[in-house]
């Protein structure tokens, strides 16, 4: 039994030459199509020194640029929270007519391009669209203003919350739900006392997910934005017109901003997923 153990795990260990070749690769790819664009980025918004760097960060377009991008986060990610966490709850807890067909259209956004999303809320909201000539008697304006930013960054990121809890709550079953209704819980004290904390780091991973997705779309809200500059430009957008105008440091410089506010996230990112690891890990010795 001892022999065939070892066998097993010599086995799973591999020759050292070639993991260390692959762990080598892996590093290599990494560095090439990671670090060297990252520093890259660093370079250019640096180039022209530093003085012109926090100019273009504190332009009043960027500035501008950035409140939208946020504000267009801080509505898209809570409606995302709230959507996700109702159909993880429906797939997970209920067996139900259409439940494959719900799944499928929570991942539909993984495989639509974000420019057919963006067309999609022109052809509804656009002045020629669908609705148009009734939101334009009503004065109502969504597309060229923040409501259709808004639903092209929730379009697109509708998957990632509802995605990261629904194999979750899966595995968990419904055992300490089931236990709480027999002692009396309803349906609010159910959720707060014990489906949350069992969610929680897998619903704080989505979110980070979905915030840093919403944070750096490009393609459905350049369709739905306008480029109106200094008013529905986002970060990306702004970087995009800097670009095209050969502002190269400026564009590099705002470009960078991204990438502070990315990495930010990403270490909320490795955090949220280490605590998720950890509590399945004590799910799975319980």
């Known amino acids: 039994m001892s022999s065939n153990t070892t066998l097993a795990n ?10 260390m070749t692959l762990i080598g690769l892996g590093y290599l790819v990494f560095a090439l199509f990671l670090l060297l664009p990252l520093a890259i980025v660093l370079t250019q918004a640096l180039k022209a020194g530093v003085g012109t760097f926090f100019e273009a960060m504190i332009e ?61 809320y022109v052809l509804l909201f656009g002045a020629q669209g669908l609705l148009g000539p009734w939101l334009e008697a009503h004065d109502i304006q969504i597309i060229f203003a923040l409501p259709g930013i808004v639903l092209a960054t929730v379009f697109v990121t509708v998957p990632f919350v509802a995605r990261e809890l629904i194999p979750l709550m899966q595995e968990q079953g419904t055992q300490e739900e089931e236990a709480a209704r027999l002692l009396g819980a309803n349906g609010w004290q159910m959720f707060w006392h014990v489906t949350l904390p069992n969610i929680k780091w897998g619903l704080i ?19 739905v934005s306008g480029h109106i500059r200094g008013q529905t430009n986002t970060l990306p957008l702004h970087v995009e017109i800097l670009y095209n105008e050969y502002n190269i440091v400026a564009a590099f410089a705002v470009a960078s901003l991204l990438l502070i506010l990315a990495l930010l996230i990403l270490l909320l990112k490795q955090w949220s997923e280490a605590r998720l690891d950890r509590q399945r890990n004590s799910a799975a010795e319980e």
Do not use: H
């Open 10 to 19: 010599a086995a799973r260990r591999g020759s050292p030459a070639a993991r």
């Open 60 to 120: 009043p377009d960027a500035i501008s640029a950035l409140k939208l991008t946020l504000l267009a986060v801080a509505v898209s990610v809570p409606l995302n929270l709230v959507f996700g966490v109702s159909a993880a709850w429906c797939v997970s807890k209920y067996q139900f007519k259409g439940k494959s067909i719900l799944v499928t259209l929570i991942d539909l956004p993984f495989s639509v391009s974000p420019v057919i999303a963006g067309l999609i």
């Open 205 to 223: 991973y989505g979110v980070v997910l979905c915030t840093a997705r919403a944070m750096g779309e490009f393609g459905a809200v350049s369709v």
